[in-house]
């Protein structure tokens, strides 16, 4: 049975890897995945310095997922990209940074470096106080891109926020399609989200408890913005697929509607990386009832009535 996943040039021994911001704040973190069964991993979101972060408690868990404004805590680019050099292996440095001309600082910094990895563009933070997410921006997102793939020369893809409108998947499509992207990930979590304790109290501090939303709340929503881009975007920019997956069949369901690589975060942080050898026996065992060898045999045959 072949797992393999192709991204332009890169092969993966599986789909699985952890979802950005869960697991992979530290060089430790990072490790630990690296050493367990996920195919890959991917950075937590850096900036050109290190950041603290939301005043605690910021991250909040329940059995149907998770709720989060840690505000983009992380240890600067140098940290991550110095640990990245050092490596064999294909990896994903995810970045973002406050302002267009901090994106392209930050962009040129891993153009010069020797990192040969995949550059996953955070597009898509839900929890910086006063800052909008820029792919809810549909001009500055398409000029942004422009200006990136003017000096840009290594392999980068974006993260988007879900969309809950078809007008906004053909715009947002019609974007992306213009630029040698490699993989779009959708979805970040839901932004702007609450959850009340028992004392009518919101869960999580920053924000009045407004934050981004994960775990099974939110599948049904990644699944179509999936399946929404997949049938969009031409097939040499990959899907991603991250949001509500906590078993192997939830990851069937992602590469149904049309998924690559596939990210798994809020039911890492539960269960720790052992997850990703439990997750992808699940996987076997669907593929062995279906009588499937290889993911490309199934990737987006969603079927439809
Ligand atoms: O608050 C965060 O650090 C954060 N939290 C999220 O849920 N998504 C993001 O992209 C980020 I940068």
């Given at each position: 049975m072949n797992l393999k996943v192709k991204i332009k040039d890169f092969e993966f021994e599986n789909p699985?890897?952890?979802?950005?911001?869960?697991?992979?704040?530290?060089?430790?973190?990072?490790?630990?995945?690296?050493?367990?069964?996920?195919?890959?991993?991917?950075?937590?979101?850096?900036?050109?310095?290190?950041?603290?972060?939301?005043?605690e408690p910021r991250y909040y868990e329940n059995e149907l997922g998770s709720i989060n404004s840690m505000g983009l805590p992380n240890l600067g680019i140098d940290y991550y990209l110095n640990y990245l050099e050092s490596l064999d292996g294909t990896y994903f440095l995810s970045v973002t940074e406050m302002n267009t001309e901090n994106i392209h600082k930050i962009l040129e910094k891993i153009n010069e470096s020797s990192f040969n990895g995949l550059v996953?563009?955070?597009?898509?933070?839900?929890?910086?106080?006063?800052?909008?997410?820029?792919?809810?921006?549909?001009?500055?997102?398409?000029?942004?891109?422009?200006?990136?793939?003017?000096?840009?020369?290594?392999?980068?893809?974006?993260?988007?926020?879900?969309?809950?409108?078809?007008?906004?998947?053909?715009?947002?499509?019609?974007?992306?399609?213009?630029?040698?992207?490699?993989?779009?990930?959708?979805?970040?979590?839901?932004?702007n989200a609450i959850i009340i304790d028992e004392n009518d109290t919101v869960v999580i501090k920053p924000k009045n408890g407004f934050g981004g939303l994960g775990g099974e709340y939110i599948k049904?929503?990644?699944?179509?913005?999936?399946?929404?881009?997949?049938?969009r975007l031409n097939k040499d920019i990959k899907i991603?697929?991250?949001?509500?997956?906590?078993?192997?069949?939830?990851?069937?369901?992602?590469?149904?509607?049309?998924?690559y690589m596939v990210q798994i975060g809020t039911r890492l942080q539960k269960e720790k990386s052992k997850v990703f050898e439990r997750i992808l026996n699940e996987l076997k065992e669907i593929m062995k009832e279906k009588n499937y060898n290889s993911l490309d045999e199934f990737r987006g045959k969603l079927k439809t009535l």
């Amino acid at each position: 049975m072949n797992l393999k996943v192709k991204i332009k040039d890169f092969e993966f021994e599986n789909p699985l890897m952890n979802a950005a911001g869960v697991n992979c704040y530290t060089i430790d973190e990072l490790e630990e995945i690296r050493n367990s069964k996920a195919a890959s991993f991917v950075t937590k979101t850096c900036t050109l310095n290190t950041r603290q972060g939301n005043l605690e408690p910021r991250y909040y868990e329940n059995e149907l997922g998770s709720i989060n404004s840690m505000g983009l805590p992380n240890l600067g680019i140098d940290y991550y990209l110095n640990y990245l050099e050092s490596l064999d292996g294909t990896y994903f440095l995810s970045v973002t940074e406050m302002n267009t001309e901090n994106i392209h600082k930050i962009l040129e910094k891993i153009n010069e470096s020797s990192f040969n990895g995949l550059v996953e563009l955070n597009l898509s933070c839900p929890n910086i106080e006063g800052k909008p997410q820029i792919a809810y921006d549909f001009k500055t997102t398409d000029k942004l891109l422009a200006d990136i793939f003017k000096y840009f020369k290594k392999d980068l893809g974006v993260k988007l926020p879900p969309y809950f409108d078809l007008a906004h998947f053909d715009i947002m499509a019609n974007i992306l399609n213009k630029y040698p992207i490699r993989f779009v990930n959708s979805i970040n979590s839901i932004g702007n989200a609450i959850i009340i304790d028992e004392n009518d109290t919101v869960v999580i501090k920053p924000k009045n408890g407004f934050g981004g939303l994960g775990g099974e709340y939110i599948k049904p929503t990644a699944l179509a913005n999936v399946n929404a881009f997949y049938r969009r975007l031409n097939k040499d920019i990959k899907i991603i697929g991250t949001g509500g997956v906590n078993t192997g069949r939830d990851v069937y369901e992602h590469i149904l509607c049309g998924a690559y690589m596939v990210q798994i975060g809020t039911r890492l942080q539960k269960e720790k990386s052992k997850v990703f050898e439990r997750i992808l026996n699940e996987l076997k065992e669907i593929m062995k009832e279906k009588n499937y060898n290889s993911l490309d045999e199934f990737r987006g045959k969603l079927k439809t009535l």
